[in-house]
């Protein structure tokens, strides 16, 4: 088997796209905390500075998806689903402009998905680490 | 206001509503103390999360703007940072008069940008910017710098200066109050501000700052609206401010801190948190007045629809009394009154975005995936009529277990993950689970029992039989993932201040070293 610790659906997929043609390569940090919090923000690649614990949780559409160190221990156990809704603001996120947010929506893993999970350890740091 | 209100034009309102200052059908921004419009003349829609409909547009700035803001910040500096503590702290006492007098009018606008009822804004928001802007002119003139008599001859004198021009990136769950938080020892410090508000609740700081035009001198305070890529970021950036004060999350705090490392300059950073809410079962030793309170306590998960940094988010109740205090707790839940934010009996009203509902939603799906029991609520309330498409959430409890995500996760909605514990060290062992520490609850009839854990919970704000109470006397701020710096108290000044120190030697001898 093989299971992806986050995707992306079809309609956040068409936003990114169109935000990749205005931006150039593209990079999401899921976020935690207040306010425009607990969503994916996504910036111009290398606008936002990978840190040593940051977790590579995967790609979706070629853009990485990294998840604070700490905060992928707590969250490890759900698959990630990056979709986006109307809405208003996020941070300095890249979508705002447009009227949309991407939003995570998630579901937990079956316990044979969360076994090859375990035995598949995600990448760590800017240089993608195991 | 007179030659401004002849060229005003009216927002989109629901229907029936009257009000007192009028919201303008466009906002550019507020520079040099006066309307100037957008550099590339572009606006974003605002709608009122009321009812989901457009409400007036806002400027959406780009850097050009920034720059504008910066210009007339640095003029306006160059004489605002020398003034007077005397002086200020008059002109700060003269904003909250002008506010007190204006308090309904600006309420009203207030819950039309945000949702909140307006019941909150006129009891809370208001009354506590009026108090803060008080206070700061209060504790300012009280302040004094000190003289170290390092010996007869040499001392050290250390004087309070202004930092200069300081950028703040403002919160939407409480928009002028939070920007007040910021703005008042701000500019009670002797700073110039550029602030950008929340894209999301960008109005009643324009509002505002009609309303003290003609007290504050022009340029001390600018507002530059639109995103946060395209005007936030730019403030963030910009080499020329002395500060970034930012209210928001994590990614956007690590960004801010990125920011200011290429410029070597402070940031002060709240972040958020996910704050336990203790109850010991003395509580429940008497159906009395304390008992009451503490049940209202724990309702307090849906002040200003749950969209409170500390929101109360988590409660932790002593087993020995946990369903008895639950059959009240969610009695009294389901009597928290939803409705129009405009209705004065309406206790809960409409979150502030779109965006912000549908986190809400999926975070009470994954929640019920990983197995958390709904107590009540659990879904989104669609009101009839013109509300129907307004951004509701039912008041909601989950009942579950520490590690699951609604537990660690700040949702920033009214809803409450609730758990039970059986000592005071697993209570204090689930309450500092968590990567945040901003705020928390105590409740006990025990002093000590309150005082011990008080102490040990690690966060910067423990509400000792009380929550969601903020005077501006007292130090709000964040432990851990929670953010640094910390807002309110006469100490907030110095995150806003020099400390300029002055080494004199009034001895005619030489030292003897050459």
Redesign the interface.
């Known amino acids: 088997m093989g299971v992806a610790r986050v995707d992306i659906t079809a309609a956040a997929r068409t936003v990114l796209r169109e935000l990749a043609a205005e931006h150039g390569p593209l990079l999401f940090?899921?976020?935690?905390?207040?306010?425009?919090?607990?969503?994916p923000?996504c910036?111009p690649a290398g606008?936002?500075?990978v840190?040593q614990r940051d977790v590579h949780l995967g790609e979706v559409d070629g853009v990485p998806v990294y998840i604070?160190g700490?905060?992928y221990e707590?969250?490890r156990h759900?698959q990630l689903l990056i979709d986006v809704?109307?809405?208003?603001?996020?941070?300095?996120?890249?979508e705002?402009?447009l009227?949309v947010?991407f939003?995570?929506?998630?579901?937990?893993f079956d316990p044979a998905e969360q076994s090859w999970l375990d035995g598949c350890p995600p990448r760590v740091g800017p240089e993608n680490k195991r | 206001m007179g030659t401004a209100s002849k060229q005003r034009d009216t927002a989109t309102v629901p229907s029936g509503v009257k009000l007192p200052i009028a919201i303008r059908s466009r906002y550019e921004n507020w520079i040099g103390g006066e309307y100037t419009p957008p550099t590339r003349g572009q606006y974003f829609v605002n709608p009122t999360p009321v009812t989901g409909q457009p409400l007036c547009e806002v400027a959406r700035s780009t850097h050009e703007d920034v720059d504008k803001a910066l210009d007339a910040a640095h003029a306006a500096a160059l004489s605002w940072n020398i003034t007077s503590p005397t002086y200020r702290a008059n002109i700060i006492n003269r904003i909250a008069d002008r506010l007190e007098q204006n308090l309904e009018a600006i309420a009203l606008i207030e819950t039309l940008d945000n949702g909140k009822p307006i019941r909150e804004t006129m009891a809370a928001d208001l009354p506590l910017a009026v108090d803060h802007f008080r206070y700061f002119a209060g504790v300012l003139r009280a302040q004094e710098g000190s003289i170290g008599e390092v010996d007869h001859d040499t001392i050290a004198y250390h004087f309070h200066e202004p930092l200069g021009v300081v950028a703040q990136i403002i919160p939407w769950n409480f928009p002028l109050l939070m920007a007040t938080w910021k703005l008042a020892p701000a500019l009670a410090a002797g700073n110039c501000v550029v602030i950008k508000p929340a894209e999301q609740t960008p109005v009643s700081i324009m509002a505002f700052m009609e309303l003290i035009a003609d007290i504050l001198p022009s340029g001390v305070v600018n507002v530059v609206q639109g995103f946060g890529v395209e005007a936030g970021k730019p403030l963030a950036s910009s080499p020329r401010v002395a500060k970034v004060a930012f209210t928001g999350e994590t990614t956007t705090g690590r960004l801010i801190m990125q920011y200011a490392s290429e410029n070597l300059i402070p940031v002060t950073l709240e972040l958020g948190g996910k704050s336990p809410n203790i109850f010991f079962a003395d509580v429940a030793e008497a159906d009395d007045d304390f008992f009451d309170k503490a049940l209202e306590g724990f309702a307090m998960f849906a002040l200003n629809q749950g969209e409170v940094c500390t929101c109360p988010s988590r409660a932790l109740v002593q087993e020995s009394i946990y369903d008895r205090f639950m059959e009240r707790a969610v009695a009294r839940t389901e009597a928290i009154v939803q409705g129009s934010p405009l209705d004065p009996r309406t206790m809960i009203g409409a979150q502030a975005s779109n965006d912000q509902l549908e986190k809400i939603l999926s975070y009470i799906d994954i929640g019920k995936k990983e197995g958390a029991k709904v107590l009540t609520g659990g879904a989104r309330r669609v009101h009839p009529g013109e509300l129907k498409d307004g951004y509701y959430v039912e008041p909601t409890i989950l009942e579950g277990h520490n590690r699951m995500r609604v537990f660690q996760e700040e949702i920033f909605g009214p809803v409450v993950s609730v758990t039970k514990f059986k000592t005071h060290d697993d209570a204090l062992e689930i309450a500092n689970d968590t990567l945040y520490g901003l705020g928390a609850g105590v409740w006990s009839r025990d002093q000590n029992t309150c005082y011990r854990m008080g102490r040990a919970i690690k966060a910067g704000r423990v509400w000792t039989n009380c929550y969601h109470a903020y005077p501006a006397h007292a130090a709000f701020g964040g432990y851990k993932q929670s953010g640094f710096g910390r807002e309110n108290h006469k100490m907030m000044l110095d995150h806003y201040q020099q400390t300029k120190n002055l080494l004199v030697s009034y001895s005619p001898k030489k030292l003897g070293f050459f």
């Open positions: 940090h899921q976020s935690g905390g207040c306010c425009d919090g607990s969503s923000m910036y606008e936002f500075r840190g604070g700490q905060q707590l969250w759900t809704v109307p809405g208003r603001g996020g941070g300095f996120s890249l705002a402009p009227g947010r939003l995570t929506r998630s579901r937990v």
